[in-house]
């Protein structure tokens, strides 16, 4: 409930009920719940599937792969369908956490977003296959198969940023006296690759006006980072390369 309510802060679904079981049925296709491909669970059983799933989340009573675990759990989050929005978000979310928790991943940085997005039918087929016939295999593969590939791209990204980043450590030399100094800001834009000069400040323990002078530099002579708000005051810079990296498509 907790981490609905913070998902819902902000943007879309703000108004409908974070932290909030929905209170009307819901269904999948149709206009009526007659029609419908699917009828998720109704709001009068909630209550009572939620706790089933954190029993099944938490091992009791029995423990279960932690891979496995998290397949199932995420079919079984996405059937429940508890709020009224925000279900989708949540479920993707759920995997990474699961993972850490059972010692898996130290961080969650598994989002299998992507994935599920470039094979959005599949996922949805998947889905519906293990609630109409039970197929879990299918559905077991394809999640292993999204696990797999999410995290080889991972590796690949973290590779390319390492690059990225030895390759602007040793062009800092270009900055003469000022390249010890720009390598504490690089290393801060590496932490948060968009910022402003006073979180800079925060992270490098530098002057704001130490700061303004390397980001010229950075920006002037090296092109390493860019201004993006284009004014005079409150300025944000970004670390492109770094952004292009994170943003590029998976083959």
Same mark, same amino acid.
């Given at each position: 409930?907790?981490?609905?309510?913070?998902?819902?802060?902000?943007?879309?679904?703000?108004? *409908?009920?974070?932290?909030?079981? +929905?209170?009307? %049925? !819901?269904?999948?296709? =149709?206009?009526?719940?007659?029609?419908?491909? $699917?009828?998720?669970?109704?709001?009068?059983?909630?209550?009572?599937?939620?706790?089933?799933?954190?029993?099944?989340?938490?091992?009791?009573?029995?423990?279960?792969?932690?891979?496995?675990?998290?397949?199932?759990?995420?079919?079984?989050?996405?059937?429940?369908?508890?709020?009224?929005?925000?279900?989708?978000?949540?479920?993707?979310?759920?995997?990474?956490?699961?993972?850490?928790?059972?010692?898996?991943?130290?961080?969650?940085?598994?989002?299998?977003?992507?994935?599920?997005?470039?094979? *959005?039918?599949?996922?949805?087929? +998947?889905?519906? %296959? !293990?609630?109409?016939? =039970?197929?879990?295999?299918?559905?077991?593969? $394809?999640?292993?198969?999204?696990?797999?590939?999410?995290?080889?791209?991972?590796?690949?990204?973290?590779?390319?940023?390492?690059?990225?980043?030895?390759?602007?450590?040793?062009?800092?030399?270009?900055?003469?006296?000022?390249?010890?100094?720009?390598?504490?800001?690089?290393?801060?834009?590496?932490?948060?690759?968009?910022?402003?000069?006073?979180?800079?400040?925060?992270?490098?323990?530098?002057?704001?006006?130490?700061?303004?002078?390397?980001?010229?530099?950075?920006?002037?002579?090296?092109?390493?980072?860019?201004?993006?708000?284009?004014?005079?005051?409150?300025?944000?810079?970004?670390?492109?390369?770094?952004?292009?990296?994170?943003?590029?498509?998976?083959?």
């Amino acid at each position: 409930m907790g981490m609905h309510t913070a998902l819902m802060t902000s943007g879309r679904g703000i108004d *409908r009920g974070p932290g909030e079981f +929905r209170g009307n %049925q !819901v269904w999948l296709g =149709g206009h009526r719940a007659d029609e419908a491909v $699917f009828v998720l669970a109704p709001p009068h059983h909630l209550a009572e599937c939620w706790s089933a799933l954190e029993r099944f989340i938490n091992d009791v009573s029995e423990a279960t792969d932690p891979l496995i675990k998290t397949a199932l759990a995420h079919v079984q989050f996405e059937t429940i369908h508890p709020f009224m929005d925000g279900n989708g978000r949540l479920g993707r979310l759920l995997i990474p956490l699961i993972l850490v928790e059972a010692g898996i991943l130290s961080e969650p940085l598994l989002y299998l977003s992507v994935f599920f997005k470039k094979y *959005r039918q599949v996922y949805y087929e +998947r889905l519906q %296959q !293990v609630r109409v016939t =039970g197929d879990w295999e299918a559905w077991l593969r $394809f999640f292993v198969d999204a696990v797999a590939d999410t995290a080889t791209l991972a590796v690949s990204t973290a590779r390319k940023l390492n690059e990225l980043r030895e390759k602007d450590k040793t062009r800092l030399a270009e900055l003469g006296r000022q390249a010890g100094s720009a390598g504490l800001l690089l290393d801060a834009l590496f932490q948060q690759p968009i910022a402003n000069i006073n979180h800079l400040c925060q992270h490098t323990g530098l002057t704001p006006a130490t700061v303004g002078k390397l980001l010229t530099g950075l920006e002037a002579e090296l092109g390493i980072v860019h201004e993006i708000t284009g004014q005079k005051r409150n300025r944000i810079y970004a670390y492109r390369a770094y952004i292009d990296i994170l943003n590029q498509e998976p083959a």
